[in-house]
């Protein structure tokens, strides 16, 4: 790939069942493209069984040599992952596509990347990040409701751990609760996620509830949604508090697709976080994700800048 004025930015938001690309650069239309994993459990995609590492990334890699055949190249990668990996790159896990566990996750993005710089970093921090530049913020958290429950924390304009996520979605509300994912009880994540806020729907109703149905019973204030979607926004909003007493941010996000397609989600998640608050201490102020469920996604086109200033030495 080439290097020059026009050359862009690539942002990759990797999720466990889909991949999301956006390219940026001065001069050119937004590049924009989502495709799906193969399907676990289904047929074999490309000569690959269904799940497995080097079909994921067989795809990923021809969705980026259409990305180059159809707009062009690019000058920086960010990676948006909610994998949890080691100092060295390798994924130490990740429920969303098991099959992952053991992969050097550095060597399989510079060989689909070989010649740009390319970073990639929790998709919840990377969320609070992009979140608060847009909001010009330079304190808040962020809690992004999809399959999962991602987070990230900014301080000072700078996500924090420095070399370290932070697991929002694994902080403990429920020592009684279900079991999350990663194996623990009452993580966030099992509580409030959108898989477990539909299972809970689904006791609630009687039997298996979409998402279009628990939407409009939400909308429609039918008990079982109410009761169901009531648990996971009480779920955030302690979460929220709690991390408004650690950190004193004025300012908590909540995104995710899954909060973004329930109208009056994220204001009820804000009501009951504003009733929590004590005196000397309310509680942040909650807002929804201006980028909606999209915040990951532009969270790496700023890890992609912020490589590509880095090796230019300007913007």
């Not at 001069?27 to 989502?34: A, D, F, L």
């Not at 919840?124 to 808040?140: I, P, Q, S, Y």
């Not at 020592?175 to 993580?187: E, Q, Y």
């Not at 006791?203 to 509830?209: D, K, L, N, S």
Request: proline share 7%; aromatic share 4%.
């Amino acid at each position: 790939m080439t290097h020059g004025p026009d050359v862009g930015v690539l942002g990759v938001d990797v999720g466990g069942t889909k991949v999301a690309l956006r390219a940026e650069a001065a001069g050119r239309p937004t590049y924009e493209r989502t495709f799906s994993w193969p399907t676990g459990g289904g047929p074999a995609d490309a000569g690959h069984a269904a799940g497995d590492p080097a079909g994921d990334l067989a795809a990923l890699d021809a969705a980026v040599a259409a990305l180059r055949t159809t707009w062009g190249p690019v000058g920086a990668v960010g990676v948006a992952m909610p994998a949890t990996t080691d100092p060295d790159g390798r994924v130490l896990t990740w429920p969303g596509r098991p099959s992952w566990t053991g992969l050097d996750l550095t060597g399989a993005l510079r060989r689909i990347f070989p010649d740009v710089p390319i970073g990639y970093a929790d998709d919840g921090d990377l969320a609070a990040l992009a979140e608060a530049r847009d909001a010009g913020h330079d304190d808040l958290v962020y809690l992004g409701v999809g399959t999962g429950i991602g987070g990230g924390i900014v301080l000072g304009g700078r996500p924090v751990p420095a070399r370290a996520s932070a697991e929002v979605g694994h902080m403990v509300v429920d020592l009684d609760g279900a079991t999350c994912d990663c194996g623990r009880i009452g993580c966030l994540q099992s509580v409030a996620s959108g898989p477990a806020t539909l299972r809970r729907a689904a006791r609630e109703h009687g039997g298996a509830v979409s998402f279009d149905q628990l939407r409009a019973g939400w909308r429609n204030r039918l008990p079982w949604a109410v009761t169901a979607v009531d648990e996971s926004c009480a779920a955030l909003a302690s979460a929220v508090v709690s991390l408004g007493e650690l950190l004193a941010v004025p300012v908590a996000v909540v995104g995710g697709g899954f909060a973004d397609g329930l109208p009056g989600f994220v204001p009820r998640v804000a009501d009951l976080a504003r009733q929590a608050g004590r005196p000397g201490r309310p509680a942040p102020t909650v807002r929804a994700a201006v980028l909606g469920g999209l915040s990951s996604l532009h969270g790496a086109l700023w890890l992609a800048r912020d490589l590509a200033t880095d090796r230019t030495g300007s913007r």
